[in-house]
């Protein structure tokens, strides 16, 4: 049973590794970028220019992530929308932030400034300049501290 056991683990583990393996990733120039992407740094970014952007394809997926000098990040799918945008410690634009998030933290942490932003499926986690991770529903709704 063990030995069926350590088998099947290796199996799963090479599998794993198989799958990593095919992941490629690629520097492109901004035109390559899907047009959502394009237009997302247009609006939010405009007269910034990145100082790489990596395509990277895996078996199922596809997304890009951009590097300004500022060592701001911003991750976006395989459809060009953009999922996290990371200031590395310092603000990022408050016009990527829903007007609901913005007008909370304005709110609640006055003198604080917004340095992540983190988009999934379930809604939004914030970080901020105090070192607090504030977590929101898709439609902005306060949900809780992260601890």
Known sequence: MKTKLNLAMCLIAGLAFGLSAN???TVITKAALPVNAQTFL?????????????????MFSKDYKVQFATNLEVEFDGKGN???????????????????????????????AITKIDKG???YEVNLSNGLELEFNSKGNFIRIDN
């Open 121 to 123: 499926a379930w809604g």
């Open 23 to 25: 992941a490629q990733k």
């Open 42 to 58: 247009k609006t939010h970014f405009a007269g910034q220019e990145p100082t790489y952007i990596v395509e990277d394809k895996e």
């Open 82 to 112: 953009w999922e996290e945008v990371d200031g590395n410690h310092q603000a990022i634009p408050i016009t990527i932030i829903p007007k609901k998030i913005v007008s909370y933290i304005n709110t609640h942490f006055a003198n604080t």
